[in-house]
């Protein structure tokens, strides 16, 4: 199966020139083979059971493939983080395919699940079913109809309602080690980001979030009036909401519409600051295991 997905690399002659050698993509494809069955294995847990894992780790592999051929070392951007959304993204796309539930039937599950949540609220217990039916104005034939509708379809959850177990529903009161470092590594790159902002801009949001101050003693400080200092703080969060979301979830990133103008390079160079002060090793050394700030952090 490797040897099939790796010659994938070179089957689309139409994209432009990679930025790694066949090679070295071929190499990043064999080591992050395991994430792809970790995101599958992740997705598996949260959907029925009858969905083949085969079609979704095709699908995974397929996106692995395509994450090495287009990923950018240059731009900073570790490529776990870079190919985990471009699988995620496949994986869904792939539910979604195999889903025959009408907008209807989504429409009606969400309002159904929406009526329960609330009744429960009320009544302080599970709605019976002719209470449900009565606050929906329908007939618990049809009720009954529309969740046999809904058990039929293959993917159940990504619409935004909730058809899950009650056990499904309960969450873990810690998180798993994996998430655990994956909250640790945020952590560290948003302390890093705040570091790489300019000064004036990292001093509005080190001592107005960080430190707690009032914005009038900052604005003292600095000379210039509330307003202005609002306005700092508006310019530099969106900066670090850009520049978060250029390195953990590149999806999200704004598309400059003029590259080559003041803003966009200015932006751009902020960006390949937050990667040049930062590295896994630097990032989980501002909290303990258990995600805590540890004390260099703070007095940063």
């Given at each position: 199966m490797t040897s099939t997905i790796v010659a994938d690399i070179t089957a689309d002659t139409t994209t432009a020139v990679p930025a790694l050698s066949a090679a070295e993509q071929e190499e990043l494809i064999r080591s992050h083979m395991p994430l792809?069955?970790?995101?599958?294995?992740?997705?598996?847990?949260?959907?029925?059971?009858?969905?083949?894992?085969?079609?979704?780790?095709?699908?995974?592999?397929?996106?692995?493939?395509?994450?090495?051929?287009?990923?950018d070392p240059t731009r900073g951007i570790p490529f776990h983080?870079?190919?985990?959304?471009?699988?995620?993204?496949?994986?869904?796309?792939?539910?979604?395919?195999?889903?025959?539930?009408?907008r209807s039937v989504r429409s009606k599950a969400r309002n159904t699940d929406a009526?329960?949540?609330?009744?429960?609220?009320?009544?302080?217990?599970?709605p019976t079913a002719e209470e449900l039916a009565q606050a929906l104005g329908t007939t618990t034939t049809e009720l009954n109809q529309t969740d046999n509708d809904v058990q039929r379809a293959t993917v159940l959850s990504l619409q935004g309602f909730t058809t899950s177990s009650a056990d499904d529903l309960v969450t873990e009161a810690a998180p798993g080690p994996e998430d655990m470092l994956i909250r640790r590594e945020q952590i560290g790159y948003l302390h890093h980001a705040i570091g790489s902002l300019p000064e004036r801009l990292q001093l509005v949001i080190t001592e107005y979030f960080l430190k707690e101050r009032p914005m009038a003693d900052i604005a003292a400080d600095l000379g210039v009036t509330e307003s202005r200092v609002s306005q700092l703080r508006a310019e530099a969060l969106s900066l670090l909401k850009d520049g978060l979301n250029t390195h953990l979830d590149p999806h999200l990133a704004p598309v400059p519409e003029n590259p080559e103008g003041i803003t966009a390079r200015r932006r751009a160079s902020y960006y390949s600051s937050i990667a040049g002060n930062t590295n896994l090793h630097s990032r989980l050394a501002l909290t303990n295991a258990y995600g805590h700030t540890t004390l260099a952090a703070a007095v940063a």
């Open positions: 792809v069955g970790h995101l599958v294995r992740d997705m598996l847990t949260r959907i029925p059971n009858h969905i083949h894992r085969d079609d979704l780790t095709s699908a995974g592999l397929h996106a692995l493939v395509t994450a090495a051929r287009g990923w983080r870079f190919a985990s959304t471009r699988i995620r993204g496949a994986i869904l796309d792939e539910l979604r395919s195999l889903d025959w539930a009408t009526t329960r949540q609330s009744l429960m609220t009320t009544l302080g217990r599970t």
